[in-house]
């Protein structure tokens, strides 16, 4: 497998502006951000400003000629389709996606929509984790850049596979932080547990990460939320346990009291959430194997109602 020179980075939010002035810091030739229209025209006049510095990344239009080596999917979940035909021009059978999408769905709609380009060996499962990236008017700032976890379903750190090592090369030589789980579907499931938890309470309670770091009772309606997750993972033969519960506290713990989940900040600048990802994912699938959770279903519905409040409050 060639070594990965350059990635493109699709959806320049805020986990896919942070990890790409981490790449650009190490070698501003080595990333570029797909971009068309007015949008593109904005980064090429104004760069995008990340930490206090405005970066002058590459821009690639998804109509160029050719395909990328890697590409780090960073959208909403909501925006994938667009995503998907925007990218597919530059992704050639050579190719390797990673999708920091939250949620548990994104490879499967990916591999779908792109076979026979993205085979599942070319798309390893990957997710972002630890990440405080807050977008406020136009820019991105960020204490800790989390991890990016990716790796096979299965990952033996003394035989990875062609495509795991590639990406892991290419991370490490450009200082981004990541890690390859030896279970990957559990750690995604880890991951899904703490956003479904902390992202919906977060928007429903309009708190920032201090909040749960400091209130009992909040931890008290986080675990229950993780609880839900839990056997539903189990029912799904995913892995998780009630002690992964306590890991979460612990990663909170890490991140900058201050900053903000990525659905409290929809929340607050009227857009749409990624709920639909979460608490009607647990819901639903919970019903489908005789569970229930009331706590997501709730969840569910409270955030609904918390975005046609602004849809409406927005109606001239």
């Not at 160029?64 to 925007?86: N, Q």
């Not at 857009?271 to 639903?284: G, L, Q, S």
């Amino acid at each position: 497998m060639k070594e990965i020179r350059k990635a493109l980075i699709v959806g320049a939010g805020a986990i896919g502006a942070a990890v790409a002035s981490r790449i650009f810091d190490s070698d501003p030739e080595s990333v570029a951000i797909l971009a068309s229209g007015q949008r593109a025209e904005r980064y090429a006049r104004e760069g995008i400003l990340v930490n206090g510095r405005r970066y002058p990344f590459a821009l690639a239009n998804p109509g160029t000629d050719g395909s990328y080596s890697l590409v780090l999917l960073a959208v909403k979940d909501y925006h994938l389709g667009e995503a998907i035909g925007e990218m597919r021009p530059l992704v050639g059978p050579e190719t390797l996606v990673l999708s920091l999408l939250n949620g548990i769905t994104s490879e499967e709609v990916l591999r779908a929509a792109l076979a026979p380009n993205l085979p599942k060996e070319r798309n390893p499962l990957a997710f972002m984790i630890g990440i405080d990236a807050l977008r406020e008017k136009g820019e991105i700032s960020f204490l800790s850049i989390g991890e990016i976890g990716f790796g096979d379903e299965k990952n033996d750190s003394r035989a990875l596979s062609p495509a795991v090592s590639a990406i892991s090369r290419f991370l490490a030589s450009h200082g981004v932080p990541h890690s390859i789980p030896e279970d990957m579907v559990k750690a995604m499931w880890y991951k899904f547990m703490l956003n479904v938890a902390l992202n919906q309470w977060s928007a429903v309670l309009r708190a920032p990460y201090g909040f749960f770091q400091r209130s009992e009772s909040a931890k008290k309606l986080l675990s229950s939320t993780m609880e839900e997750v839990v056997k539903l993972s189990q029912a799904c033969g995913t892995g998780l346990e009630s002690k992964d519960i306590e890991a979460v506290f612990t990663t909170l713990e890490k991140l900058d009291p201050e900053s903000k989940t990525s659905m409290l900040q929809d929340i607050e600048a009227g857009r749409k959430t990624e709920v639909e990802i979460f608490a009607r994912v647990v819901a639903e699938k919970s019903r489908a194997r005789g569970l229930f959770a009331p706590v997501n279903e709730a969840l569910y519905m409270a955030i609904r109602a918390l975005e046609q409040n602004v849809d409406t409050s927005r109606r001239p």
